[in-house]
């Protein structure tokens, strides 16, 4: 649940394509943003005070758009349209208290700084709301963790800066490696599936044919 959460968050709408990067303005950007508030509290404090803006709600019509031409052919859309929009609208409403427009993460830069650490709040914060309000119950998630802030972060920071920084790394290695890599695991699941089919099918046509007794014999 976790992990569709940050992909709408990213607005990626399909496994094939990578997180986007921040460009380094937008960082600078934000440091200097947060001249006179005091650390992560007050950042958490502005979080809370955000509105629904016109941008909030232009970007969630945008993820919207982007979802439905995707969802013929990406498993990841279709679920992501399985969430409520007021969700989503909620996801982005904590961006926009950020003062940003996108949210996307710093790979590159180090788990714990102000600009890295923004992003983790919002992420969690907005994550556990959607998750204890039955947003992702159609994934049939572990409810007895659903406010578990520690392992939350534990895993946020495992998927942030160890699978998908991973993942930006093989795409920026070779162009389209995302994409390659997706199709050679579905052509790996299928075999798996055709050979558990066969071996199945052997074990059967060796299997004895059990014969019904007859009435009367010992």
Known sequence: ALELHLN???GVVSVTNPPPQPHP???????ASLNGVQGIHGIAKLVGQASITPHVMATVANLKSDVLKAKVKSNLA???SRVLEAHIVEMFRGVSGLGLEVWQPDFTGSPDSIYNSAHELVALQSFRTVLTTGGYNFLQPDLRFATDAHLHRKLYRHIIFSYQRKRLELESREAGGLAERNKMTNVYARRLKVCGYLMMLEILLKRPVSRPRQEGNS
């Open 8 to 10: 709408i968050l990213w």
């Open 25 to 31: 303005t937008t960082i600078s950007y934000f440091n």
């Open 78 to 80: 279709r679920d992501i």
